[in-house]
């Protein structure tokens, strides 16, 4: 069979998608998809809950975790605390008082608040109304 430059120009970017849809992935490696929030339920009570939407590694092995909190007017995170993997934390709704190596800050809705590796930080819910922040987890190879 042979295929003119014309045919080539149609089959080469669908031969292309194919492959590219067959290639194996890594066990516990993060799929290519939508999270839908309606899907992914809370759990937790008024006071705190929270949803995980994924964790996994990506194409090189390294390990995210994004998930979501919602905390009462008030309510803490959880106790100071450090851990190896650093976190972005982007806050969606309300005001989170933060934390770091005994600082405190105010970050309101729109705000992204950076804990490094091996800080001690914590965060709460300064305001009146709940708040809610949403947590990515740049785990690398510590899973």
């Known amino acids: 069979m042979i295929l003119s430059r014309r045919d080539l120009q149609f089959l080469l970017p669908m031969l292309t998608a194919a492959n ?21 339920p809370y759990i937790g ?23 979501e909190t919602i905390l009462g007017p008030g309510e803490p995170t959880h106790a100071p605390h ?14 989170v008082e ?8 105010l970050a309101e809705a729109g705000s992204v608040i950076y804990f490094g590796s091996n800080q001690m930080h914590s965060a709460r819910n300064a305001g009146a109304i709940p708040c809610r922040y949403c947590v990515i987890e740049l785990r690398g190879s510590e899973g």
């Open 20 to 40: 590219a849809a067959t290639q194996p992935r890594l066990p516990g490696q993060l799929p290519s998809t939508v999270y839908h929030s309606p899907r992914i």
């Open 45 to 67: 009570d008024s006071k705190k809950k929270g949803r995980l939407f994924f964790h996994g590694a990506t194409h090189s092995g390294f390990r995210l975790e994004m998930h």
């Open 82 to 95: 450090k851990h190896e993997h650093e976190e972005i934390v982007i806050v969606i709704e309300g005001t």
């Open 98 to 105: 933060t934390s770091l190596e005994g600082r405190k800050d």
